[in-house]
Each structure stands twice: as structure tokens, then as C-alpha cells.
């Protein structure tokens, strides 16, 4: 089983600084997935990053990168330069090899972006 | 734009009745999963289907079915609806049902039951 653990409820940062919202994972497979998806407050769910456990680089994606610390089991959401629009839901998911690719999800960090 | 459509973004509906939720995943996408998102129980596993065959089954009440079709749309049909299923429905597609490669998810059908 998988289990994701988002200790954040709410985090603010300035508008063009950058913030971390934090993500720990558990999971018992060795094959494993990580995601981060955004929610606006009008509810759709944005992808917008994937690391693979045996990707050896943390991935990016423009403004977003994922610093995964297998160790540590952590997958952290870095985004630089925030924007007001990044203002939203974050949820950190997890997909293992034994679980036919349906993701896990925590209970998400709201971010607000302050001007 | 995810490249995944459901149908209707919103309903209204009595208790007791029956509604009937569809979804079009991304072209060329196999597998579709829905999740049920409520404010007391977050983000849920509903039910997988890869390929028109169910994969995955998780917290989907026996009042709940779905199915995928031959052309690869899937349909949530929700019975005997209770308040306690107001909720925004997901429906996600991906290529595989494995670990890898992104889940797109479309924007949900929002179920009011009054």
C-alpha cells in the first residue's frame, strides 16, 4: 500500500520568490511513481510533474522541479518565481508497481501568492 | 487543456435517484480511473478500467458501477444517490495501467444531491 503525507495545510509566499511545499512518501514496491498536481479553486486537476523512482534526475518542468530524495523518501515541489496564479490546491501523488497504476494522494498545501 | 472530457460539469439530482457520469479520455489512452473528491474524504479511488476490462477496484460503494466501452469511453453510474454523494467526480486517462507516465485528469463532474 501507499500512503502520502503533505504536512502543510496552507503556505504563503511573495509574489517571484520561490517556494517548497513539502511531500513524504511510503510505499513497500521498488517500481514507483511521484506526481504534483495543482487545483485551482475552479476544481480541475492540472498535472504538472512526474518522477520516476529510478529516474536519477530531479525532473522539471518550466517554473516547477521535483527534488526527490529516494533516502529520505521525500518528493518535494520547488516552484521558482511565483506567480499569482500559481495561488491553489497542491497534491503530491504516488502510483507503485503493484497498485495498476492508481494514484494515491495526499491532502494537499494550499498556497496562497501574495502581491 | 488535458485532452480528457466529462460530461455534465454539473448536476443537480434528488436522493434517490440516478445519474449517469461519462467520460472521454485522451486519444490513444487504454486505461481510465475515477476518483470521487469530497471535503471530508479528499482525493478517492473509484474504479480502473484498462483496455474495456476492470483493473482496479477501491472505494466505490456497491450503489456504484461503471464501465468502459469498445471505444474506450467510460460511463460512472451512480444509483439510489444519498446528500453523502455530492461530490466532484474525476475521470483520468493514461496510455498504460503501470507506473509510469502522466495521468491526465479532466475537469470533473461536480453532483449536488439535495
Known amino acids: 500500500a501507499q500512503k502520502i503525507t503533505q504536512t502543510q495545510p496552507g503556505m504563503f509566499v511573495q509574489e517571484k520568490e520561490a517556494v517548497t511545499l513539502d511531500c513524504t512518501y511510503d510505499t513497500s514496491d521498488q517500481s514507483y511513481g511521484l506526481f504534483w498536481y495543482k487545483q485551482p479553486s475552479s476544481g480541475e486537476m492540472i498535472f504538472l510533474i512526474y518522477q520516476g523512482s529510478y529516474d536519477e534526475q530531479n525532473a522539471t518542468e518550466g517554473r516547477y522541479s521535483l527534488n526527490f530524495q529516494k533516502a529520505r523518501k521525500s518528493a518535494n515541489l520547488v516552484i521558482s518565481a511565483s506567480q499569482l496564479g500559481d495561488s491553489a490546491m497542491y497534491f503530491c501523488?504516488?502510483?507503485?508497481?503493484?497498485?495498476?497504476?492508481?494514484?494515491?494522494f495526499g491532502q494537499g498545501t494550499i498556497l496562497t501568492v501574495h502581491p | 487543456d488535458s485532452g480528457v472530457t466529462q460530461t455534465p460539469k454539473h448536476l443537480i439530482t434528488a436522493t434517490g435517484q440516478r445519474v449517469t457520469l461519462r467520460c472521454s479520455p485522451r486519444s490513444g489512452d487504454l486505461s481510465v480511473y475515477w476518483y470521487q473528491q469530497s471535503l471530508d474524504q479528499g482525493l478517492q479511488f473509484l474504479i480502473q478500467?484498462?483496455?474495456?476490462?476492470?483493473?482496479a477496484k477501491g472505494n466505490i460503494l456497491e450503489r456504484f458501477s461503471a464501465q468502459q466501452f469498445p471505444d474506450l469511453h467510460s460511463e460512472l453510474n451512480l444509483s439510489s444517490l444519498e446528500l453523502g454523494d455530492s461530490a466532484l467526480y474525476f475521470c483520468?486517462?493514461?496510455?498504460?495501467?503501470?507506473?509510469?507516465?502522466?495521468?491526465?485528469f479532466g475537469e470533473g463532474s461536480r453532483l449536488t444531491v439535495l
Open positions: 483520468a486517462s493514461r496510455l498504460s495501467g503501470g507506473v509510469t507516465g502522466e495521468l491526465f
Open positions: 478500467y484498462y483496455n474495456g476490462e476492470e483493473r
Open positions: 501523488a504516488t502510483v507503485g508497481g503493484t497498485s495498476y497504476g492508481k494514484l494515491t
